[in-house]
C-alpha cells in the first residue's frame, strides 16, 4: 500500500470554490494593453483543453497572484481612426469594466503623456464608484520617467502605478494594489445560500424574456434588437417555497456593431455571469440551431465546472414532425459534444412551455454538482472498472491506480493516485469517469480529475 499525507490531496486548493473577482482592463490604443494581458496571463493563455469546439480567444484569462486567484478581462481593442471614434470606444471600455468587473484597471501611457480621452473616462471610472487602478506603462527607467508619472495625479484616481509591461518592471506593486481591494474571503457571497443561475448564450436568443417569464413581471429589457441588456441583472424568483437568484446576461447595445464585437462582449458577460453562478442555463435558439458561438459561450460553463442546462428556446417557433426533437438533440450533442453530461430542456419563453420543469432540473443539479461519494465505495466502483479495463501501458511499464478519493464539490473533484502520471491517458480517465457516471449518475455537472503520483512505497 502507498503511503502519503492527506496534506498532498489538498496542495492545490482543490477546495478553494469561491467565486472570483473580475478584473477588466481599460486603456486607449498602443497603451500596451496586449503585452500587459500576456504577462500576466503567462503561458496560461496559451492552453487550449481538450474541448472540442471551443477556442480560447484572448478575451479573458485566469491570475493568481499571491493567495489571490481572479479573472482578467480584456474589454476590447479600440481601432484609432479618430479623436471622436477613439473615445467613444474609450467609453464603451468603461462601461464593460464598470458592469462587469470588481475592480478596473486604467492603462495610461507615459510616452504619451496625459490624454483628453484619459480624463474623460477618468471621470466616468470615478463615478462609478467601483475600485480602480491607475497605472502607467512603458516606464522602463524609472529615474528617467518619474517627474512624467506624476502628471496622471491630475485625473484624481489615485495613485498612479509606474510598470513596464514589456519589460516585467512593477508588475507585482501593480497587483499587490490590485487585489487590495478584493472583499476578505468573499464573505458576502457564503451568507447567501439562494441558488444562483447565469442564463448565459448569444444575444437575442431570449434570455431575459425567461427571466421575465419566469419572474412574471417586466424586470429586464425586452426587444428584438440583439443586446439591449445593458447590465448583468440580478432577480430574485420564488417557486413553490424556495427563492433564487438569475443571474441575467447580454452584450451592451452598440450602433453599427460589428458580428465580431457582439461575440466579443457576450463572452465577457458570460465569464462574468458563471464566476457566480451554481448553475448556468445556456440559452439557445431553436429557430437558428446550436452555433459554434454557443459551444464557445457553453464551454466557459464547462470549464469552470458548473451546473449546466441546455434551454432551447422558441420551441414553439419551430415546425415539427415525428422526429423533429430527436433531429435537435442529435445536432446539440454533436456541436457541445465536451458536456454531455448537460441536461436539454426545450422550452418556449414566450408561452410559457415546459418552464415549471426548468426549475426541478436546476434543483437536480446543483444536488448533483454537490455530491460527495464515500471513499470506500468510490474505490470499489474504481477497482472494479480497472478489472473490467486494464490500465494502458507503455514500454513494458503499466499503470497502477492505488487509490481514488473525493476532494471537493462544485464541481465534484477526484484525485486518482498512481505510479505514474504520465500512464495516465486522456483516455482512461474518461473512461474511469464514465464508470463513475453509471454507478453515481452525476447529470448536469462537470467532474474533475487531478492525478496525483505516488511510488510504490509501502507502509
Not at 87 to 114: C, H, K, P
Not at 176 to 191: A, I, K, T
Not at 226 to 241: E, K, N, V
Amino acid at each position: 500500500m502507498p503511503c502519503w499525507d492527506e496534506k498532498d490531496i489538498y496542495t492545490e486548493k482543490e477546495q478553494d470554490k469561491m467565486s472570483k473577482p473580475v478584473v477588466a482592463v481599460v486603456g486607449r490604443p498602443n497603451v500596451g494593453k496586449s503585452t500587459l494581458f500576456n504577462v500576466l496571463a503567462g503561458e496560461r493563455i496559451s492552453i487550449v483543453q481538450d474541448t472540442p469546439g471551443v477556442t480560447r480567444d484572448r478575451i479573458y484569462a485566469e491570475i493568481s497572484w499571491l493567495d489571490y486567484n481572479f479573472t482578467l478581462i480584456d474589454t476590447g481593442g479600440i481601432e484609432p481612426d479618430s479623436r471622436d471614434i477613439i473615445l467613444s470606444q474609450m467609453r464603451e471600455q468603461a462601461e464593460i469594466a464598470i458592469a462587469t468587473a470588481d475592480v478596473i484597471i486604467f492603462l495610461t501611457d507615459v510616452r504619451q503623456g496625459l490624454q483628453d480621452a484619459d480624463s474623460k473616462v477618468a471621470d466616468m471610472l470615478r463615478r462609478s464608484g467601483k475600485p480602480v487602478t491607475l497605472v502607467v506603462n512603458k516606464v522602463d527607467s524609472f529615474e528617467k520617467y518619474m517627474p512624467d508619472v506624476y502628471e496622471f495625479y491630475n485625473l484624481g484616481i489615485g495613485d498612479p502605478v509606474p510598470v513596464s509591461a514589456a519589460s516585467r518592471l512593477g508588475i507585482g506593486e501593480m497587483l499587490d494594489e490590485v487585489v487590495s481591494h478584493f472583499p476578505e474571503n468573499g464573505s458576502q457571497e457564503e451568507e447567501d445560500g439562494r441558488p444562483k443561475v447565469a442564463v448565459i448564450g448569444k444575444p437575442n436568443v431570449g434570455k431575459s424574456s425567461l427571466v421575465n417569464r419566469l419572474a412574471n413581471e417586466e424586470r429586464v429589457i425586452v426587444s428584438d434588437i440583439a443586446g439591449t441588456t445593458r447590465d448583468a441583472i440580478d432577480t430574485d424568483i420564488r417557486y413553490q417555497d424556495r427563492e433564487y437568484v438569475f443571474i441575467d446576461t447580454a452584450g451592451l447595445r452598440r450602433k453599427n456593431k460589428i458580428k465580431g464585437e457582439i461575440e466579443r462582449y457576450s463572452i465577457i458577460r458570460a465569464v462574468t455571469a458563471v464566476e457566480r453562478a451554481d448553475v448556468c442555463v445556456i440559452v439557445i435558439d431553436a429557430t437558428e440551431g446550436v452555433t459554434e458561438q454557443d459551444a464557445k459561450i457553453a464551454g466557459i460553463a464547462h470549464e469552470r465546472g458548473k451546473g449546466i442546462i441546455i434551454a432551447v428556446n422558441k420551441w414553439d417557433a419551430v415546425e415539427k414532425d415525428d422526429h423533429t426533437i430527436y433531429k435537435h438533440t442529435e445536432k446539440i450533442r454533436q456541436v457541445l459534444s465536451f458536456m454531455p453530461y448537460a441536461e436539454l430542456l426545450f422550452i418556449s419563453a414566450k408561452s410559457g412551455q415546459r418552464l415549471h420543469k426548468l426549475f426541478e432540473l436546476i434543483d437536480f443539479v446543483i444536488e448533483n454538482n454537490s455530491l460527495r461519494v464515500a471513499t470506500g465505495v468510490l474505490n470499489e466502483i474504481v477497482s472494479e472498472a480497472v478489472a473490467m479495463q486494464q490500465p494502458p501501458s507503455d514500454k513494458g511499464r503499466r499503470l497502477k491506480i492505488y487509490y481514488v478519493t473525493q476532494v471537493a464539490v462544485k464541481p465534484p473533484t477526484f484525485v486518482i493516485f498512481v505510479n505514474d502520471r504520465k500512464l495516465m491517458h486522456f483516455s482512461y480517465t474518461r473512461y474511469l469517469e464514465n464508470q463513475i457516471r453509471e454507478t453515481f449518475g452525476f447529470r448536469g455537472t462537470a467532474l474533475k480529475f487531478i492525478i496525483r503520483e505516488r511510488k510504490d512505497k509501502q507502509v
